[in-house]
């Protein structure tokens, strides 16, 4: 299994929807994780951080499941700005993993 | 506000030529990392740097070397380069320790080797 997975979509979703993005790890011992966000052609910028069982940030919500040992990222009332991919990354053994990324595309 | 800047921002190489990726920033950070990023692959570790003079290898280091010749400056070398290091190569620095806290990265340099 690899250390960190994620679905590579593309999620296509309407203007306004919830879309939920999971992202599963193989190492119970991480205590912390990022959503990054990467527009396409573009640099990963870091979207949000979480350091106990999740954070909520504005209409972005993110969740650590540790007994399924996986993290969630939800997109309430989707816009067309949210169209990127996002990358999940954990620290494991002293470095940082970056999942392969899903893509969201919103259309109106 | 300049941040993490990298050169060239474009590459076509043909096998065996070499090149240096530069990279620079300018926010005072201690921790640089040079990254690669493949379809499907997501974003992989080539090597890092926790401070001035010191650097070490990631998860693919083979086929490059790198240089940490001060704080805010840490390049990247293809000896020899192959097709198999056709990708687009990210820089990467942060403030907190060694892979803590936010990493900024720079717009990127796609290299194409034939």
């Known amino acids: 299994r690899k250390e960190v997975e994620q679905d590579p979509g593309p999620f296509n979703v309407p203007e306004g929807a919830t879309v939920a993005f999971n992202c599963t790890y193989s190492n119970s011992a991480s205590q912390s994780f990022f959503w990054y966000r990467q527009d396409c052609r573009k640099e990963p910028k870091l979207l949000m951080s979480v350091y106990s069982s999740g954070n909520e940030d504005g209409r972005f919500t993110a969740q650590l499941n540790r007994a399924s040992q996986y993290i969630s990222l939800l997109i309430r009332d989707s816009k067309l700005s949210d169209s990127a991919t996002y990358l999940c990354v954990f620290p494991l053994g002293g470095k940082l993993i970056f999942g392969q990324g899903t893509e969201l595309s919103v259309k109106p | 506000n300049a941040g993490v800047t990298q050169t060239p921002k474009f590459q076509v190489l043909k096998t065996g030529q070499s090149m240096t990726l530069q990279c620079a920033q300018d926010m005072n950070h201690n921790s640089m990392y040079w990254y690669r990023q493949d379809p499907g692959m997501g974003l992989r570790l080539i090597y890092y740097s926790a401070s001035e003079g010191t650097t070490d290898k990631g998860e693919v280091p083979n086929g490059y070397n790198v240089s940490r010749l001060n704080k805010r400056e840490f390049s990247l070398r293809l000896e020899s380069a192959a097709p198999s290091q056709t990708s687009v190569y990210f820089c990467?620095?942060?403030?907190?320790?060694?892979?803590?806290?936010?990493?900024?990265f720079g717009e990127g340099s796609r290299l194409t080797v034939l």
């Open positions: 990467a620095s942060s403030e907190a320790r060694l892979f803590g806290g936010e990493l900024f």
